[in-house]
């Protein structure tokens, strides 16, 4: 099978298109021909060498997307050759085909495309427990997005909105912004701005409940944003890894720093249905909508990952074997 691999670690330019071996199916597993695969910033720091990476060289990105079950170990009874199936937590995805524990795999409704699914599923169960689980929206609640229209980005402005939030949002050009304000974001600044001192003003210097903060070299800049008592959820580092934070801001302003992983969170094979269901159920009934797909092949990898990493993406970026 062909894969999108590398030996060691660096810039995009490490990656390349090569054929490998086909992998082995064992018990409780089957074997997905992959139809999209998702790209995201995760795969961006597994390639750096500063995130957790499986298997040794060479190396497979991703971990999220979705294809056809094409072969089946002989214990596996519930799922069939050609079930559509989807995962958002399976190593070595940028390949053609994937091993994919059965515990794992999400079967698709017949109404999602596979480029949906490939596309939602990380982003937008990231989205979903930042908003149920590592702080629990409230409908009065004031929240400021960063990289409001990237992918996490765009879905986390329209569950925001669903449940009854106000969205303030940051991005970096002026393209983004109308992006992020078509896209239901009730403001947004760029970076180039004094953003605190727009934020604070629109807020009456009363600051926002909670930050959803992606970019980490931002993270004392999203403290001084937070009304008093009010929180920083930390799960995204695209832009740098975050300054140490001294425990006495906690202390002295009574606000929270909490983080989020969405393995965490996908503890078993019931937890990532019921989430996953909710996911589609919410664009099944046109409660949120993935926007702004990008398709790469995955020859192309390389090219994707600079295209993420260059900041003129919008939405989500997909790879297609």
């Avoid at 989807?86 to 190593?91: G, I, K, L, Q, T």
């Avoid at 929206?137 to 400021?144: E, F, G, I």
């Amino acid at each position: 099978m062909k894969a999108l691999c590398f030996d060691n670690f660096g810039d995009p330019e490490v990656l390349e298109y090569r054929t490998i071996p086909d992998p082995e199916v064992g018990e409780g597993e089957i074997l997905v021909k992959m139809q999209a695969i998702g790209l995201n910033f995760g795969d961006v720091y597994r390639r750096r060498g500063n995130y957790h990476l499986e298997g040794e060289p060479p190396y497979i990105l991703g971990y999220e997307g979705a294809g056809v079950v094409e072969e089946i170990s002989s214990d596996v009874k519930k799922f069939r050759t050609d079930d559509r199936i989807a995962f958002a937590d399976v190593p070595f995805a940028n390949a053609e085909l994937v091993v994919v524990p059965i515990e794992k795999a999400i079967p698709i409704p017949e109404d999602i495309t596979f480029k949906i699914a490939a596309s939602v599923l990380l982003q937008g169960l990231t989205a979903q427990y930042l908003t149920h689980d590592s702080y629990r929206l409230q409908a009065s609640d004031t929240v400021l997005i960063h990289a409001v229209a990237g992918g996490v980005g765009q879905l986390l402005t329209q569950i925001v909105k669903m449940l009854g939030g106000y969205v303030i949002g940051l991005t970096s050009s002026e393209r983004k912004r109308e992006f992020a304000l078509q896209n239901g974001a009730d403001k947004v600044f760029l970076y180039s701005q004094d953003w605190r001192d727009e934020i604070l003003t629109c807020t009456k210097n009363r600051g926002v409940d909670v930050v959803y903060e992606s970019v980490g070299s931002t993270l004392m800049q999203s403290f001084e944003v937070t009304k008093i008592g009010g929180t920083v959820v930390f799960y995204g580092m695209a832009g740098a890894d975050p300054e140490f934070v001294d425990p006495r801001i906690l202390l002295d302003t009574s606000k929270t720093l909490t983080g989020g992983d969405l393995w965490n969170v996908l503890v078993n094979h019931q937890e990532r249905i019921k989430r996953a269901n909710m996911l589609f159920d919410w664009i099944q009934k046109g409660k949120i909508e993935v926007k702004s797909l990008k398709s790469f092949k995955l020859s192309e990898g390389a090219e994707a990952h600079q295209f993420l990493e260059s900041c003129q993406s919008i939405g989500k970026i997909i790879l297609i074997p």
